[in-house]
């Protein structure tokens, strides 16, 4: 089954936490990344991301696979968006679900974080002085 | 000569203005095909920085060129 998805249209949240509902569930963490108006200082306006689709879904999943081997979690789902986003969209979200609260925040940030730092995704802002560019961070 | 396909994301397709090409290559392997493609498209980006990905699975620079296959340049990636 796929967990983690990448999205080129907005999605809804609530169908999302429905789909990990477990009785054997008494914890429920969830992150959302939002599009924010400022980065580095430089003042935002919108941005976009691109993705080597293939490979962002294919690390997406084993991020995810990871996940439920390292933390006692009953299940766990991420998406991503791709394209143009404005100020405030929502960009990421990540949903775990887990027998106990630890285990759902630990394993939220593992999933958010991997996926940040090895899901081929990039993210091209559009600054208000009229500039754009891609982030191509140093780590 | 092997010809493979490149694909291009981010930085290095605004630089290369394709987001793919077909390219023929005699290069030993990824790390000497990215050089030369360096010097043709002037990447900004220093092959330390960088990924490389061969048919949709992340492969290592010192692999050989294989005829046909897709070879994929990942930068620094931003997502989240």
Do not use: Q
């Amino acid at each position: 089954m796929k967990r983690f998805n990448l999205s080129d249209k907005p999605f809804g949240i609530v169908p999302l936490r429905d789909a990990l509902l477990d009785a054997h569930a008494g914890a429920f963490a969830s992150f959302e990344g939002w599009v924010r108006d400022h980065n580095d200082g430089r003042a935002v306006n919108g941005l976009r991301y691109e993705a080597y689709a293939a490979l962002a879904e294919a690390e997406g999943e084993r991020v995810l696979d990871e996940a439920l081997e390292k933390f006692e979690i009953v299940d766990a789902r991420c998406i991503h968006r791709i394209g143009d986003l404005a100020i405030g969209d929502l960009a990421v979200w990540v949903g775990v679900s887990a027998a106990h609260r630890d285990a759902a925040f630990a394993a939220c940030r593992y999933i958010i974080d991997e996926v940040k730092g090895r899901a081929p995704i990039w993210k091209h802002e559009r600054y208000a002085e009229g500039e754009a560019g891609w982030l191509h961070p140093e780590n | 000569m092997v010809r493979v396909t490149v694909l291009y994301f981010a930085s290095l397709r605004d630089a290369a203005a394709v987001a793919s090409e077909s390219v023929e290559s005699d290069a030993a392997d990824l790390g000497a095909l990215y050089e030369s493609l360096r010097g043709r498209h002037g990447f900004a980006l220093p092959i330390n920085r960088l990924r490389v990905a061969v048919d949709g699975a992340f492969a290592r620079w010192s692999d050989g060129l294989r005829e046909g296959s897709e070879i994929a340049f990942i930068p620094p990636v931003s997502g989240g």
